[in-house]
């Protein structure tokens, strides 16, 4: 079934708006469910059953809905809001920390991944600036509410009146909760830098990495640099963040000498410059980086294969 069309029996009695209105929704609500949830899997999950919802509602009451595509977000964005509710309590039974899950650029992204449906260009999240590790992270650190609101506004700008009717508060204190989103954002991210920029240091790190030069690696890294992987408890990696550029050079250059054969390779992640490390053709491990000063500032690295499947064709 692909997730956000009917089936054959639905689709029977769906009158010609549901799927020329309805079903042209779906990048759009993927667009946002991920940038809610930080996953691929979860957004899906949440659109689908929005539609499901949409559905699941008789013929007369779907075609009395003025904007099919306002109430298919409203529906999302409060199944986000209980997913988020309920992210706390899982995340604390997750093993070490936990990232969102990173996008390859759309070529290379793998059409096996996910099943069928990925293979479509329309399903795919445009990758922008509220998509980087950087910006993800951060979001991770906000309240399910300041979340909704400021991605909502923000990102895809809709109103706060239109964010109300989602979070159950009234507009002016949707403004507050973006606001309060805002001045977060600001805080937390380091001073942008151009992808140029980045790119040429990522590739020096690399170069530094394969040739295990534990000095340029040093030279490479903000001296209050930090690096927090993600192995689910499904790989081996550290369960907490390392501090500071000398030992995050001297980690590295430990896992160097304990990968033999791993192939690195410099591709976009998320929309930014990053290293994709690769064993016999599958990705193992990817790493996407925020700079300062001309130096990698901060590291995340996702070896979780659950969330890796984006990028290895199955």
Not at 24 to 32: A, F, K, T, V, W
Not at 113 to 137: C, K, N, Y
Not at 138 to 155: K, N, S
Request: hydrophobic share 45%; with cysteine; charged share 25%.
């Amino acid at each position: 079934m692909n997730r956000g069309v009917p089936d054959r029996g639905t689709a029977e009695v769906a009158s010609a708006r549901d799927v020329a209105e309805v079903a042209g929704e779906r990048r759009q609500l993927i667009g946002i469910a991920y940038r809610l949830l930080g996953s691929v899997a979860e957004a899906e999950d949440a659109v689908q059953e929005a539609y499901a919802r949409w559905y699941a509602q008789p013929p007369g009451r779907r075609e009395a809905v003025v904007s099919p595509g306002a109430w298919l977000t409203t529906v999302t964005g409060r199944i986000c809001l209980d997913v988020l509710g309920s992210a706390r309590a899982r995340r604390e039974r997750y093993v070490g920390a936990w990232l969102p899950e990173p996008l390859p650029d759309h070529g290379e992204w793998a059409v096996g991944g996910r099943g069928p449906e990925t293979a479509d260009p329309a399903d795919r999240i445009a990758l922008d600036e509220s998509v980087t590790m950087a910006f993800l992270v951060v979001l991770e650190a906000m309240t399910p509410a300041e979340r909704v609101a400021f991605v909502l506004h923000d990102v895809f700008r809709y109103s706060f009146p239109e964010i109300a009717g989602i979070v159950g508060r009234t507009p002016g204190a949707c403004r507050e909760l973006a606001s309060s989103a805002r001045r977060r954002m600001r805080a937390e991210r380091a001073p942008a830098t151009s992808t140029a920029g980045r790119a040429e240091m990522v590739r020096h790190v690399k170069e530094a990495w394969e040739a295990k030069d534990i000095t340029a690696l040093v030279s490479l890294l903000d001296p209050d640099a930090v690096m927090t992987a993600d192995g689910g408890g499904l790989v081996g990696t550290v369960l907490r963040p390392v501090e500071g550029g000398a030992r995050i050079a001297q980690y590295m250059i430990a896992i160097a000498d304990k990968a033999p054969g791993l192939r690195l390779l410099e591709r976009s992640v998320a929309g930014a410059p990053g290293l994709v490390a690769q064993h016999g053709g599958v990705t193992a491990t990817v790493a996407a980086f925020d700079s300062l000063d001309g130096r990698a500032h901060r590291i995340w690295v996702v070896r979780n294969p659950e969330k890796l499947r984006l990028w290895t064709p199955s």
